[in-house]
């Protein structure tokens, strides 16, 4: 079974890099599928999530390369031929491992006028329906019905129909459905408007892309999406850059708050994650910008704060287990609220097994905070989960061992050798 062993160590120094978001790449490379040809995604992340989304789309039809230092000369580079014909049906051995997947379906509604979509898997915390997903791409004139565990979708007159721009109305800003429906009314006829859209920078960054490739889009990474739909779509004419990982950064700016010291992370963007920092501020970290990057420096024993999880540009739910990890060790009490997902407290268990003072109910977590953890054999329930216990063990007398590793690899290209290059004792066994 892959682990994490970690140890305490020093206090960290050094410069990293949070390098492509993994949000961003996989929707990026679902876009694809919305023009023949061939796409370039540059600094597109070596982790799990994009070798399954690969196996997504290289199932409908579509060719996915990455040699060693990259197909154009860099070593993040994808490479996408999306051919004239797909095959509009995602398997469910696939879809099942990954919840993004889902995002296929509007862009195969679109290109195809059909879409098979097994119904999405992922993470385990809490049920997730995709209604909102269904009921924005019924909007705009798809029908579907569940056939034996999949998603049919369909459009009137098949191949030769289309979808019909219309306003969209969210009754929660899903980060995405905002994609799906995003991607479906690039080619639909007339006007979609979106509104209560996902603000996320990801989808900023996916409405730049599809910008690229002919689409003609108004008021991305606002709460209002205009879409004037296009007759076809053409790929980018030059490599698009994957927006640098928020989620990452977070993780890195949650290990110095942790072990204490001085990194730089040059790609981060703090405009990227303004709530957040403000939190990180309020437990004594210190992060600033320049030049060379965001820098944040901790040196003192953190202290306790207040969080509740909201869409963005609130806390996202992905930071919470980085802060109550670092409320377990801050000095006071601190209550933290879910409002998005009931499950997203399952990790607890684990802290508390290392030592940390929490109790839950419902959607409510009081953390009162102890010096130091005890280190102890612990698993990974699900992606940020498991990174914020590899963070723990930073924190804890003796070893921690970290297992159920391969949820952590969906998000993070090496979490340990990260780690271990700003000074942490963190090996992957």
Same mark, same amino acid.
Request: hydrophobic share 40%; net charge negative; glycine share 12%.
């Given at each position: ?5 970690? %140890?305490?160590?020093? *206090?960290?120094? $050094?410069?990293? *890099? ?18 023949? !040809? ?27 390369? %990455? ?13 996408? +031929? ?79 129909? %289309?979808?019909? !721009? ?52 108004? $008021? ?15 790929? *980018? ?33 703090? +405009?990227?994650? +303004?709530?957040?920092? %403000? ?24 202290? *306790? ?8 540009? !609130? ?39 290392? !030592? ?74």
């Amino acid at each position: 079974m892959d682990r994490f062993v970690v %140890r305490p160590g020093d *206090s960290l120094h $050094g410069t990293v *890099s949070a390098g492509g978001a993994k949000n961003s790449a996989l929707k990026l490379m679902a876009a694809c599928l919305l023009a023949e !040809g061939r796409h370039v995604l540059a600094g597109v992340p070596r982790i799990v999530d994009v070798e399954i989304m690969a196996e997504v789309l290289e199932a409908i039809g579509a060719q996915v390369d %990455r040699g060693p230092d990259g197909p154009h000369g860099g070593p993040g580079d994808l490479v996408i +031929d999306t051919p004239a014909t797909l095959v509009p049906e995602a398997p469910y051995e696939l879809v099942e491992k990954m919840r993004a997947s889902v995002v296929v379906l509007g862009p195969l509604l679109a290109r195809t006028g059909r879409a098979s979509v097994s119904l999405p898997g992922g993470d385990d915390f809490g049920n997730r329906p995709i209604d909102i997903h269904l009921h924005g791409l019924s909007t705009l004139g798809a029908v579907f019905e569940t056939v034996h565990g999949n998603i049919e979708g369909s459009v009137p007159g098949g191949a030769e129909g %289309r979808l019909v !721009g219309q306003r969209v109305v969210f009754e929660y800003p899903s980060h995405t459905a905002t994609d799906n429906v995003l991607m479906a009314a690039v080619l639909a006829k007339g006007t979609t408007v979106i509104e209560n859209a996902a603000r996320e920078p990801e989808v900023s960054d996916l409405a730049d892309f599809l910008t690229h490739m002919g689409a003609r889009i108004r $008021g991305a990474g606002t709460s209002h999406i205009e879409v004037d739909g296009v007759d076809e779509l053409h790929p *980018s004419p030059q490599s698009h850059r994957v927006i640098p990982d928020r989620v990452v950064a977070a993780t890195l700016l949650s290990a110095v708050a942790m072990a204490g010291g001085d990194i730089v992370i040059e790609d981060g963007r703090p +405009d990227h994650m +303004d709530m957040v920092l %403000r939190k990180m501020g309020d437990l004594g970290v210190t992060v600033t910008q320049g030049p060379e990057g965001m820098r944040a420096t901790s040196t003192d024993r953190l202290h *306790s704060v207040d969080v509740a999880t909201l869409p963005y540009p !609130g806390v996202a739910t992905d930071y919470k287990p980085f802060l109550v990890t670092m409320l377990s060790v801050a000095d006071g009490v601190g209550i933290v609220t879910e409002n998005l997902f009931a499950g997203r407290f399952r990790y607890v268990d684990e802290l508390r097994r290392m !030592g940390a003072d929490i109790r839950t109910e419902g959607h409510h977590a009081v953390v009162r905070g102890v010096r130091r953890l005890s280190g102890a054999p612990v698993r990974a329930p699900d992606l940020r989960a498991g990174a914020a216990l590899v963070l723990a063990g930073m924190m804890a007398e003796g070893e921690t061992v970290v297992s159920d590793a391969q949820h952590i690899d969906r998000g993070y290209e090496d979490l340990a050798a990260t780690l271990s290059s700003l000074g942490a004792d963190v090996t992957r066994a």
